[in-house]
């Protein structure tokens, strides 16, 4: 492929996106929404392409994707994991999971991504279900009651899981 091929495939999408919403800049979040849906976060390349494509600044783009929370900048691993550090998961130690899942990634505060892009690690308030704390969330899937020993063997699962896919 050469790079005006991938660079076509790659705003392809982003195309028939804003095409769907009839580069409406008032469509702004939901077009961006669509984008993060398409490319699992908002690429700054596209951000720009976006803001040019409707008219308006890049700084209006990059205002609402780092307005809104559910938007993210960054690429996130295959699976991302979400670790519940609200106060009833905190005080059944959600700390020692975060420990256990940090060390056994090799990940940090600062470096939630492990660098073959499989597994992103991050800490989020409250998810609603205390009354399984502490709770963690692997993509949509919820594992509540969780301790050191479960989380090993979760994180062995879906390695296992990453290696069958990978056959
Ligand atoms: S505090 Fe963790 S689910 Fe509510």
Do not use: W
């Amino acid at each position: 492929m050469t790079s005006s091929q991938a660079f076509s495939t790659k705003f392809d999408k982003v195309c028939y996106i804003l095409d769907k919403y009839g580069h409406d800049p008032h469509m702004l979040i939901a077009i961006l929404q669509e984008i993060q849906a398409e490319y699992s976060y908002l690429p700054e390349d596209i951000m720009t392409y976006v803001a040019t494509a409707l008219g308006i600044s890049p700084g209006q783009v990059f205002g609402a994707a780092t307005f809104y929370a559910h938007f993210t900048l960054e690429p996130k691993g295959k699976y991302v994991i979400r670790v519940c550090d609200g106060t009833a998961c905190h005080v059944k130690k959600s700390s020692d999971i975060i420990k256990t899942i940090q060390k056994e990634l090799k990940l940090t505060d600062e470096k939630k991504t492990t660098p073959d892009m499989n597994f992103t690690l991050e800490m989020v308030a409250c998810l609603g279900a205390c009354g399984l704390a502490p709770v963690l969330v692997v993509n949509e899937d919820v594992h509540g009651a969780m301790d050191k020993d479960k989380t090993l063997k979760l994180l062995n699962d879906i390695r296992e899981a990453i290696k069958a896919n990978a056959e």
